[in-house]
């Protein structure tokens, strides 16, 4: 049997697996408590000071009717990466067999996984998860959500999601704008729950896929996984995504990565008016991670040099953030 066909007859317990051990496939579900903002601060998770200011000031200056940086309702466009930015992306890796990139998981090779890129990725889903319907793989993803635990934390990823993030989103829809996730992550596993966890419905969700058949059976009809890719949601991909699916430049992009960096090009870089670039950078190792230049998953290093020239936002998380997840102590202002 063939490497594609002996990994696309994989049993349901070792996908279930596989999803675990993808930086894509980190979730986590959204806290009423982080959307619960006072009229006197929109960001109570955030430390006041330049990072939170900025982001104040942007909205202010487009949302001021008749000011000179006024945007209308239907141009406030915000794109969002998912991994690294809204939740955590640095998970626990299991087994998986055959060729490289899939051998690199078995080997615990983790330069050589990252060096295929979300290409190599996408690859192991495409393997992993063809000869099964949507549905069927919808609900592969809820099973996984409803008993994945994370390494570290011992902690369901539907509880790893970043309490001042969900806090921005909330804050820039009641501003008037509409948000989105351009994602490097599979765009069928991320739709069934991000209207429940960001607030940010399916038809909002841009990321990678994988080709899909349409068929009739018994009187039904179904779309049918294939074990090809269809479209890499990352890079430069992300801003022929954002254009294909929503039609309209984002005055406002946020990521946390290189993968990120002709996302927030395309966002700030060219174009009139006023515009926001935002780059989260993980400097916690206690509540969360310490990471940049040197990762194997969501490195910063091209992106976080090009922030200081084109005058993106960069957040410090250790000092910009007072809480990072729903399930921390808020520390003393920084």
Known sequence: MSP??????????????SLAMLPLFSASLRSKS????????????????????SILDFVARVTTQGGPFFVPVEQRIATFDNDGTLWIEQPMYVQLKTKQPFAAVLDGDMK??????????????????????????????SDWLATARDHRFK????????????????????????TF?????????????TERIYGIPPEQVIGSSIKTRF????????????????FIDDKTGKPIGINEHIGRRPIAAFGNSDGDLEMLQWATLGAPGARFG??????????????DRHSHFGRLDVALDAAAVNNWTVVNMKN???????????????
Do not use: C
Not at 10 to 17: A, C, K, P, Q, T
Not at 34 to 53: I, V
Not at 181 to 193: D, H, L, N, T, Y
Not at 326 to 333: N, V
């Open 278 to 291: 935002l780059i989260v950078h993980h400097t916690d190792a206690e509540r969360e991670y310490a990471y």
């Open 112 to 141: 050589a996984l990252a060096a295929s890129g979300e290409k190599g990725l996408v690859e192991i889903i495409a393997v992993t998860h063809a000869g099964m319907t949507t549905a069927e793989f919808e609900m592969i993803t």
């Open 215 to 230: 068929e009739m059976k018994d009187g039904a009809s179904t779309l049918f996984r294939l074990p090809d890719i269809n």
């Open 34 to 53: 982080a959307l619960a903002q006072t009229q006197s601060d929109p960001l109570p998770s955030w430390n006041e000071g330049a990072t939170k200011a």
């Open 155 to 178: 902690r369901p990823y539907t509880e790893l999601v970043y309490l001042p993030m969900l806090e921005l989103l909330a804050y820039l829809r009641a501003s008037g704008f509409k």
């Open 320 to 334: 910009d953030w007072k809480r990072i997840f729903a399930f921390d102590q808020a520390g003393p202002p920084r």
């Open 4 to 17: 594609t066909k002996h990994l696309a007859n994989l049993d349901r317990r070792v996908l279930l697996s």
């Open 181 to 193: 996730i351009a994602s490097g992550g599979g765009i069928e596993f991320m739709r069934p729950w």
